[in-house]
C-alpha cells in the first residue's frame, strides 16, 4: 500500500510550561519504537508542541505491516511420527492449530533431539487497523511531572483533553481517548481563532494552525521569539543576556509570540540589578534589557500571545503589574535594610536546618569554626581568616529577610548587598555573595579567598549532615544539591590548586556535629560513605577535563585524600602516556606487580641477594626511591624514574627463576617486585591502564 503521512494532536487545556521540553522527545521516542516493534516503516518522527497542543507527525508511513516469517516448534519427532512414520494424532493437531499441511513441516535438532516445526508467514495487517491501538498504546505510557483527573473519568493526563485530531493521509482514524473520539478538526488561537479549523490531510497542519494565529512548530516559535527580542533591544540601543531557560519557557507559553518593549520606572533603577532582573525574569517571564556594558536599562521585553493589534495597550498592562511587583520589592529593600545582618543572627536559631540536626543558627556556628579551620588548614593569613570568619557569621543571615522570602533565589546576592549597605568590609560582602557558588552547572566558582573558605565549608557542612540524617542521593533524586556541593569542592581544590585534605575536613566537620549533637554514625562510617561519594565525584570531574577512564581509576585507586594532587597525577600521568617511554613504564610495573600479588611483602633482606640482577635491581629501587621522593608533585619525572627502571626489571627476570624451591629465596625475590610495584604507591595503580 501507499506510503502516507500520519498526523495526531491532542487538544488539551493549557499545559505548563515547563512539561513540555521533556513530554516532547518522550512522545516521539514512543511512537518510533512502537511502529518499528509494530513493522511499519516511516521515514521521519517529529512532535510538537504549544500550550493547548501535543501533535505527532510521521512521514511517509508505510500502509500496511511488513509480513512476518513464524517458526512454531511442535512435538518431539517421536512423538509426531509412530515406527511406521506415519503422523500421529499430536502433528496433525499441530499442523491444524498452525495452519499448515502435515507434508510441509520440517524436522531441526534442539539440544541433541529432533522436533518438528511448521513456517509460515504472517501477513502485515493495514496500517489504518494498527494505528490507533498503538497510538492509544503510546499516550497511555506518557508520563507527566504531574498528572490530574477531570469530570467523571479515571484518565490521568497533564491537563484535560478538549480534543483529538487523528489522520493517516485523508483517512480520520477511528481513535477514542479520554472519552473523546478523534476527527479532523483543531483549534486555532484561543481569542483569535473561534471557528473549529478543517485539516483534510496531514500536510495542511503547520500552515492553516498559522492562518489562525498558531504556530505550532516550537522550534520556529522559539527563533521568532529569539529575533523580535534582539531586533526589540537593538532598537532601543541595548542588548538582552543570553538565557535559554527563559527563552525555552517562553517558547511555551505563547502560540503566536509577539514581542512589545516596555518601560520601568527611573525610581525603581536604584534597586540592586538582581532584585529588578529576578522579578522581571520569575514573576513576569520578562527579558531584562542591558547597555554594552552589562549595565541594565530602564526597559524590559515581554512576549504576547497574539498580534500587533492593541499593542500599547498591553504594554501599559504589563507596565502596570511589573511596577506592582517593583512597589514590593523596593519596599523589601527598605524594610530589610532597618534590622543588620549581626541582629538576624538570633532568628536563625527558629529556622531548622535539618531535622535532629539542630537550626540554621546552629549550622552558623559550625561554619565559624570551619572556616576558621579551612584558614590555618590550608595555610591562610591570620586577616583572611578573620575576614573569613566574618563573613561566615553573617552568610546565612539574608535568608530571615523578607526580600529573600520572595525569591529565593537571591539568597547570598542579597546578603552581600544588605552587608555592604551596613558598612561591612567589600572582601567580607563579596565572601557571603560567593559562598553558595556555583549555583548551577557553568556557574562561576568563588574567586576571592574568603569566598572560597566559606564555600567549602558551607558545602562540607551540608554533605556532612545530609550524610548523617541518612539523607544521601539516590538515582537521580539529590534534594539538598549533595552532587553539586562536592563537585564544587572538588573543581575548587583542582581549579585553586588547595592542599586540601578530604578525610581532615570531614573529621573536623563532624566534630562540630559532634560537639552539640548525639550521632549515630561513627566518624569511620561517615568518612567512608563520604569519601566514596567524593570518589564519584572526582571521576566526573575528570572525565568532564577530558581524561581517559583507565587513566581516571588509575589514579584514584592510589588515594583521592587530596583531590588537587589527584588531578595533578592524571594530568601527568595522561600527558606521559603520549610519551616514549611509556611502554618501558608499563612493563617494569606490570611485571613487576603480577608476580608480586603472590608473595607476603615484607623488607628485603639484603644479605639473600646472591645474584648480580638481585642487587643490581635492588639497587635500581633504592636509586629510584630517592628520585621520586626528590620529584614530589612532579609526577612526570616520578614516571620517568619508573620508566628508567625498566632495563634492571628485565634483566631481573632474565637472570632469576623467581619463583625458586628455596621458600627463603623465593621470599625475597618476591619482596623486590612488590617494592618495585610500591615506587608508585601513592600516585597510580597501573594495573588499571588497558593498553
Known amino acids: 500500500m501507499e506510503r502516507q503521512d500520519l498526523l495526531m494532536e491532542i487538544g488539551v487545556e493549557e499545559m505548563p510550561a515547563h512539561f513540555m521540553p521533556g513530554v516532547l522527545p518522550q512522545f516521539k521516542d514512543l511512537v518510533a519504537a512502537s511502529l518499528q516493534e509494530a513493522r511499519l516503516d516511516f521515514a521521519q518522527v517529529r512532535t510538537y508542541g504549544s500550550p493547548r497542543r501535543i501533535a505527532l507527525y510521521v512521514q511517509e508511513l508505510a500502509g500496511r505491516q511488513k509480513d512476518l516469517a513464524v517458526k512454531a516448534r511442535g512435538p518431539a519427532a517421536k512423538v509426531a511420527y509412530d515406527v511406521q512414520g506415519n503422523p500421529t494424532k499430536a502433528l496433525l493437531?499441530?499442523?491444524?492449530?498452525?495452519?499448515?499441511e502435515v507434508g510441509s513441516v520440517i524436522q531441526e535438532e534442539v539440544k541433541g533431539v529432533p522436533y518438528v516445526f511448521a513456517y509460515k508467514t504472517e501477513k502485515g495487517r493495514p496500517a489504518a487497523e494498527v494505528l490507533p491501538e498503538l497510538l492509544v498504546g503510546c499516550l497511555n505510557k506518557l508520563s507527566f511531572p504531574k498528572s490530574m483527573r477531570w469530570g467523571s473519568g479515571e484518565l490521568r493526563f497533564a491537563?484535560?483533553?478538549?480534543w483529538l485530531l487523528a489522520l493517516f493521509g485523508n483517512q480520520v482514524l477511528p481513535l477514542e481517548f479520554g472519552g473523546i473520539k478523534a476527527g479532523?478538526?483543531?483549534?486555532?488561537?484561543?481569542?483569535?481563532?473561534?471557528?473549529?479549523?478543517?485539516?483534510?490531510?496531514?500536510?495542511?497542519?503547520?500552515?492553516?494552525?498559522?492562518?489562525?494565529?498558531?504556530?505550532a512548530d516550537q522550534s520556529r516559535r522559539r527563533e521568532l521569539i529569539r529575533q523580535q527580542v534582539v531586533g526589540l533591544a537593538a532598537a532601543h540601543g541595548g542588548r538582552v543576556p543570553e538565557n535559554n531557560e527563559l527563552l525555552e519557557e517562553v517558547t511555551y507559553l505563547v502560540e503566536y509570540p509577539t514581542a512589545l518593549y516596555g518601560r520601568i520606572d527611573a525610581e525603581y533603577m536604584q534597586l540592586p540589578a538582581e532584585v529588578l532582573i529576578t522579578s522581571m525574569r520569575e514573576n513576569q517571564r520578562y527579558f531584562p534589557v542591558t547597555d554594552t556594558t552589562g549595565a541594565l536599562l530602564p526597559g524590559f521585553i515581554a512576549i504576547r500571545s497574539g498580534t500587533k493589534e492593541h499593542l500599547d495597550i498591553v504594554r501599559a498592562g504589563n507596565e502596570k503589574v511589573l511596577r506592582a511587583r517593583l512597589d514590593d520589592a523596593a519596599f523589601f529593600w527598605s524594610e530589610d535594610q532597618k534590622i543588620s545582618l549581626a541582629a538576624r543572627r538570633a532568628t536563625l536559631d527558629r529556622v531548622v536546618f535539618l531535622e535532629g540536626l539542630g537550626s540554621i543558627g546552629d549550622k552558623v556556628e559550625r561554619l565559624i569554626g570551619l572556616t576558621g579551620w579551612l584558614a590555618e588548614h590550608l595555610g591562610a593569613e591570620a586577616w583572611v581568616k578573620a575576614r573569613a570568619q566574618r563573613a561566615a557569621s553573617l552568610a546565612k543571615s539574608d535568608l530571615v529577610t523578607q526580600m529573600v522570602n520572595e525569591f529565593p533565589e537571591l539568597q547570598g546576592i542579597m546578603g552581600e548587598k544588605y552587608a555592604l549597605a551596613a558598612g561591612e568590609e567589600e572582601a567580607v560582602a563579596q565572601a557571603i555573595g560567593e559562598h553558595y557558588q556555583p549555583r548551577f552547572a557553568g556557574d562561576a566558582l568563588p574567586q576571592t579567598r574568603e569566598g572560597i573558605l566559606v564555600a567549602l565549608a558551607d558545602k562540607i557542612d551540608i554533605i556532612c549532615g545530609c550524610f548523617l540524617a541518612d539523607l544521601i542521593p539516590t538515582g537521580s533524586q539529590d534534594p539538598y544539591a549533595l552532587r553539586r556541593q562536592a563537585q564544587a569542592i572538588c573543581a575548587l581544590a583542582l581549579e585553586k590548586k588547595l592542599p586540601l585534605s578530604?578525610?581532615?575536613?570531614?573529621?573536623?566537620?563532624?566534630?562540630?556535629?559532634?560537639?552539640?549533637f548525639p550521632l549515630?554514625?561513627?566518624?569511620?562510617?561517615?568518612?567512608?560513605e563520604i569519601m566514596d561519594f567524593f570518589r564519584q565525584r572526582l571521576h566526573f570531574t575528570l572525565t568532564e577535563a577530558g581524561i581517559t577512564y583507565d587513566v581516571i581509576e588509575a589514579v584514584l585507586a592510589a588515594g583521592i585524600d587530596r583531590p588537587a594532587e589527584v588531578g595533578k597525577r592524571a594530568l601527568a600521568l595522561a600527558a606521559f602516556r603520549r610519551e616514549e617511554d611509556f611502554a618501558a613504564?608499563?612493563?617494569?610495573?606490570?611485571?613487576?606487580?603480577?608476580?608480586?600479588?603472590?608473595?607476603?611483602?615484607?623488607?628485603?633482606?639484603?644479605?639473600?641477594?646472591?645474584?648480580?640482577?638481585?642487587?643490581?635491581?635492588?639497587?635500581?629501587?633504592?636509586?629510584a626511591r630517592q628520585g621520586i621522593a626528590a620529584a614530589g608533585d612532579d609526577y612526570a619525572s616520578a614516571f620517568q624514574v619508573m620508566a628508567n627502571l625498566r632495563p634492571a626489571v628485565d634483566a631481573f627476570f632474565d637472570a632469576v627463576m623467581v619463583m625458586a624451591e628455596d621458600p627463603e629465596i623465593r621470599r625475597t625475590r618476591l619482596a623486590l617486585l612488590a617494592a618495585v610495584a610500591a615506587l608508585m604507591d601513592g600516585i597510580a595503580d597501573l594495573s588499571k591502564i588497558v593498553e
Open 502 to 516: 578530604l578525610p581532615a575536613l570531614i573529621a573536623e566537620t563532624y566534630s562540630l556535629y559532634a560537639v552539640k
Open 93 to 100: 493437531g499441530f499442523a491444524r492449530g498452525q495452519g499448515v
Open 520 to 528: 549515630a554514625k561513627t566518624l569511620d562510617i561517615v568518612q567512608r
Open 159 to 162: 491537563r484535560p483533553i478538549r
Open 585 to 623: 613504564l608499563l612493563t617494569a610495573y606490570t611485571r613487576a606487580a603480577n608476580l608480586a600479588q603472590k608473595g607476603e611483602g615484607g623488607e628485603v633482606r639484603e644479605e639473600m641477594l646472591t645474584e648480580r640482577a638481585e642487587r643490581d635491581l635492588w639497587a635500581g629501587i633504592l636509586q
Open 184 to 215: 479532523n478538526s483543531t483549534r486555532g488561537h484561543r481569542f483569535l481563532a473561534r471557528e473549529p479549523i478543517i485539516i483534510e490531510e496531514p500536510s495542511q497542519y503547520l500552515p492553516r494552525l498559522e492562518q489562525a494565529w498558531v504556530i
